[in-house]
């Protein structure tokens, strides 16, 4: 008797070759599922991270962190803004408070900063003056600043960039002082950026220490440390970004969805992440503007149109550390937050929390599989009988497998218990070459471990 065993599960989702030629930790077809501990299991799910929704749809998640200089506490806010608006929940009376109404874009970036000695968050949105708040009183950035989409901070300036009258430029403040923008030899000031192939400035980040310029077409770097260093360099890329919410940085790389896909930026070229592991998987390009990302424990999570939605529906979930892609799909969202060590999400008018208790997307089952590669077992010729089944699992609910020896498949369920226990199917079937597929039934939540098959081989 012959044995064949899945002892990991851990690499992942990989639509770069043809399905007979993947290992065998390995799928083309699996979402929903966690596999970064080597077991195959349900992801978690999701459930309400504040209960009550806020006035309208939130279009964007922002945080401010404000210190008490008297008592040393940190005080932290969570804000939402709307096509129109900007709110922040109220812990004391358990509501969204408004902040600013009559806004005419919902799209903000931000960061939190000090002018003198009072904490604050700055924001832009292209089309409404900069914007601050201190906790107290929420007001226009002083010095007239220009309409920036996209804000950072680096060497105690303000950079910008996304200004509709001048998509070319990137403007910085005086440093030390975010509300002097009157340009001179050594305090705020404007660069250039022209690239002549229709690319404008989307984003802009400081990454590594630098000032890094995302544009249709072509990434850029401003280096130095004040005006009468600053000078343009054009990062090595055949690409830009085409949604600047997903630019994020983690420890010694920054991240970015192209018209190519996930981009990694390292400090001096960018590179395509995945190949073609996702090569199935089709970003609708007219809405992919609208993608968010967001690195949380060294998971890289970026939310984006699949297929023909208008709307985020669908995550990619790529671990930074073991280099393994996976996809979460039934998942709305609009904008993801870290906040309080927790991961965060918006979707219509409701933030919701990613909760390691929570066994549906609140309240919705989630649908959850794993399909097996081909497997010949480097023996096309032979004629594989299989015999049993053994795999041990745990959870609720039941679990599905289908095993499939060349056009003859067969389905069992069996019933998943809180402790577990090895299972053991016997499948009798036989063919040159099997698959196996696991799949959850009515959002039931498993984990399996290691599944073997025992078979007889018969070579022609």
């Keep these: ?126 089309s409404d003056n900069v914007k601050k708040w201190d906790g107290t009183t929420f007001a226009d950035l002083g010095g007239s600043p220009p309409k920036m989409k996209s804000v950072t901070l680096h060497a105690e300036r303000i950079w910008g960039t996304g200004v509709k009258a001048t998509p070319n430029s990137v403007y910085y403040s005086d440093d030390l002082n975010p509300e002097n923008w009157t340009i001179g030899e050594d305090t705020a000031g404007v660069i250039d950026v022209p690239t002549w192939d229709g690319g404008v400035c989307l984003g802009i980040s400081n990454i590594f220490d630098d000032v890094v310029i995302f544009k249709t077409n072509t990434i850029h770097r401003i280096l130095g440390t004040y005006p009468a260093e600053y000078e343009v360099k054009q990062v090595y890329s055949t690409v830009g970004a085409i949604a600047e919410k997903t630019i994020v940085s983690g420890s010694d790389k920054a991240f970015f969805l192209s018209k190519d896909g996930l981009y990694y930026y390292g400090g001096i070229s960018a590179y395509n992440l995945l190949g073609d592991k996702a090569q199935d998987i089709v970003i609708n390009p007219t809405y992919a503007k609208n993608a968010v990302s967001i690195i949380y424990k060294n998971v890289l999570y970026c939310a984006f149109p699949e297929g023909t939605s208008t709307t985020n529906n669908a995550v990619f979930v790529y671990d930074l550390l073991n280099k393994t892609l996976m996809i979460w799909r039934g998942i709305a969202v609009t904008d993801f937050m870290e906040y309080e060590d927790k991961l965060l999400f918006a979707s219509g008018a409701t933030v919701y929390n990613i909760d390691e208790n929570a066994n549906t997307f609140d309240g919705t089952n989630i649908v959850s599989f794993w399909e097996t590669p081909w497997q010949d077992l480097d023996a096309f010729r032979v004629t594989k009988t299989a015999d049993t089944l053994y ?3 745990k959870g609720n609910g039941m679990l599905r497998v289908d095993m499939t020896f060349d056009n003859k498949t067969k389905t069992k369920n069996i019933t998943l218990t809180a402790n577990g226990k090895l299972h053991q199917l016997s499948t009798n079937l036989e063919g040159r070459r099997f698959k196996l597929k696991f799949s959850n039934i009515s959002g039931s939540k498993f984990e399996l471990t290691q599944p073997e098959l025992t078979y007889e081989a018969d070579e022609d």
């Design 1 to 126: 008797m012959n044995t064949f065993k899945i002892k990991s599960f851990a690499g992942g989702l990989n639509q770069a070759a043809d399905d007979s030629l993947l290992s065998v930790n390995q799928s083309r077809n699996a979402q929903n599922v966690d596999v970064s501990s080597g077991t195959l299991k349900t992801i978690d799910g999701y459930s309400k991270y504040i209960a009550t929704a806020s006035p309208a749809g939130i279009t964007r998640l922002m945080k401010f962190y404000k210190n008490n200089t008297t008592t040393g506490a940190v005080t932290s806010y969570l804000l939402a803004a709307t096509a129109t608006a900007i709110y922040y929940y109220n812990v004391s009376t358990s509501a969204w408070a408004a902040l600013a109404t009559g806004l005419t874009d919902g799209d903000w970036d931000y960061f939190n900063y000090q002018i003198a000695a009072t904490d604050v968050v700055i924001m832009g949105n292209g």
């Design 391 to 393: 795999f041990y699992a």
